[in-house]
């Protein structure tokens, strides 16, 4: 053993270090990141399954928005604004349809308008042979004059409104929205992305259910290093944040797992899919996640392992 | 540097560990604490570490009330402290230089210098050599060295050591005192509590029977 030398003293004054807060702020995060990357690869099938676990749980409440932002994107690609058909009374006479095309014209909600005269009507039916027969048959032409109506606004109440106005209108037989469908699909819409901020809701709670669990695990298992660390004068966040690091991690790569899945999923259903459509004459391109919303689930993901870590470190680090 | 004032512990079940103990150490001092198993030496060292506290009395460290310690205070505390407990809590899946490596990781010191002290304590114990090995592969005494070389590298003011030289024989047992003379000599407060008083001849001793001072 060699002799003393100079390095024992210092007994008074204390570490030079604290001096450079931020230089031991870095060396703390590094360290705790690098404790636990290094802990998410010493157990690779482990990490594998939990990654897979979250990965999927996260790509269920993804995968349905993707898919309704889809289905919005085809919405609105199709359904122009909503037309109303103003039919009128058969016996009407074209001088009633020419006031009413008039009157349609100088109203302010009307943007555009267009005749369809009974007889071009009469024609065009004709033009299918099934019809023709019974057509044929008819002593007078069946078909009214109507006008395809395009309003200037496309909100619902104010369609009604309109409607219902034109159903007032004399020798108006008929008033029809025909809008309905759309506002069908969009109410489903409206359901499903409900149902998809629920199923979001509730597998936020499994992934923190899982971290949670994971976390407790990995204070079991470290559970001599906390003891010795907390001796040796280690702050509650020296202990934590290697903890949180690999909860924040382990959402992260689960986040980026999800959206390998959704990937994956949309790719595999692209083909299919046009073809599909293209025999309903839609030109359409199934889209994976936008940038947005892919920012947004890593980000979530991330923020829920690190929440669940959080949770697990509050319970399991109090008892010792 | 340390002051008990009719200091008592009782352990749950309503053992008295300590009763009505006062003795005080001034900063540079060497105390040895010695007396029977069961005397109550761990007990005084772990309420002078805050990792017990007090039934009753006061026990300040550095004029502080450690008894009266919150938890976020605690962890200061116990960094300017050098520590070595009778179990020695060394962490038997990290090597040697690494087990040295944890206080100043601790206190977030600068790596390269940490490194360079970790040698310089390593070296000081005479475990240059075993930086890599594991503990479980070091002798009883080598553990004891590194549980010392851990205590001592973040230089501490203050050096409690619990049964330094238990299960060792008489030439490494006297290494040991002498590392600990060492110490005290550079000017750091030293409290060992230990049955080999004589190892410690010129140090003060602070007897204790059945948890009271004895002259
Ligand atoms: N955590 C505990 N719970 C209950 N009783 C305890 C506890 N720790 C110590 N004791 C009791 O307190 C008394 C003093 O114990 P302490 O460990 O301080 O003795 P010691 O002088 O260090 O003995 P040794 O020389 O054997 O290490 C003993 O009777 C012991 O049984
Ligand atoms: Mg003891």
């Given at each position: 053993m060699r002799e003393r030398s100079a390095w024992i003293t210092d007994a008074q004054s204390h570490d030079?270090?604290?001096?450079f807060p931020m230089n031991i702020w870095l060396v703390n995060h590094g360290r705790a990141l690098r404790i636990a990357l290094r802990r998410l690869i010493a157990a690779p099938l482990t990490t594998l399954l939990s990654l897979l676990a979250i990965g999927v749980a996260l790509a269920l409440p993804a995968g349905g928005q993707m898919l309704l932002n889809n289905v919005q994107r085809l919405m609105g690609s199709t359904s122009a604004t909503p037309q109303i058909s103003v039919f009128m009374a058969v016996d009407a006479g074209r001088g009633a349809a020419t006031e009413l095309a008039a009157r349609l014209k100088k109203?302010?909600?009307?943007?555009q308008q267009r005749f369809l005269p009974r007889e071009d009507t009469l024609q065009r039916m004709k033009a299918n042979a099934g019809l023709r027969e019974i057509i044929d048959v008819l002593?007078?032409?069946?078909f009214p004059d109507a006008f395809i109506v395009t309003a200037i606004a496309d909100q619902p109440a104010t369609l009604d409104l309109l409607v219902e106005e034109f159903r007032q209108?004399?020798?108006?037989?008929h008033v029809q929205l025909d809008s309905a469908w759309a506002r069908r699909l969009e109410a489903l819409l409206r359901l499903s992305r409900n149902v998809v901020i629920l199923l979001g809701g509730l597998l936020a709670i499994g992934l923190i259910a899982i971290t949670f669990n994971i976390i407790r695990m990995q204070v079991l298992t470290h559970r001599a290093e906390i003891e010795v660390s907390q001796l040796l004068g280690a702050t509650n966040g020296f202990i934590c944040r290697p903890f949180l690091y690999f909860g924040a991690l382990l959402g992260f790569a689960g986040g980026a797992t999800a959206w390998l899945l959704i990937a994956a999923a949309a790719w595999w259903l692209r083909t299919p899919l046009d073809d599909l459509l293209h025999l309903y004459e839609f030109t359409f391109s199934l889209q994976s996640l936008s940038l947005v919303d892919s920012a947004l689930l890593l980000g979530i993901a991330t923020g829920l392992g690190w929440l669940g870590a959080l949770l697990s470190l509050g319970q399991h680090l109090r008892h010792s | 540097m340390i002051r008990f004032d009719r200091v008592a512990k009782r352990y749950?079940?309503?053992?008295?560990?300590?009763?009505?103990l006062s003795f005080e150490m001034t900063a540079g001092d060497m105390l040895i604490v010695s007396g029977h198993s069961g005397a109550g030496k761990s007990t005084l060292i772990k309420l002078v570490a805050a990792i017990e506290k007090p039934t009753s009395g006061a026990v300040l460290v550095g004029g502080q009330?450690?008894?009266?310690?919150s938890r976020s205070a605690l962890p200061f505390l116990r960094r300017r402290l050098g520590l070595v407990l009778?179990?020695?809590?060394?962490?038997?899946?990290?090597s040697v230089f690494e087990n040295v490596m944890l206080p100043l990781s601790i206190t977030g010191f600068p790596p390269k210098e940490a490194m360079q002290r970790v040698r310089a304590a390593l070296d000081k114990v005479g475990l240059a050599m075993r930086e890599?090995?594991?503990?479980?592969?070091?002798?009883g005494g080598e553990q004891q060295r590194l549980a010392i070389a851990r205590a001592v590298v973040s230089r501490p003011a203050l050096l409690l050591a619990d049964?330094?030289?238990?299960?060792?024989d008489a030439e490494t047992a006297a290494d040991v005192a002498r590392i600990f003379h060492e110490f005290h000599r550079a000017g750091v407060t030293v409290l060992i509590a230990t049955?080999?008083?004589?190892?410690?001849?010129d140090a003060r001793t602070l007897r204790l029977d059945h948890g009271c001072s004895v002259a």
């Open positions: 030079g270090c604290l001096e109203h302010p909600a009307v943007k002593p007078d032409n069946p209108w004399p020798k108006v037989a | 749950p079940p309503g053992i008295d560990a300590l009763s009505a009330n450690v008894g009266t310690l009778q179990d020695q809590k060394l962490l038997f899946d990290r890599k090995a594991l503990p479980i592969a070091l002798s049964e330094p030289t238990a299960h060792l049955y080999d008083g004589h190892l410690f001849p």
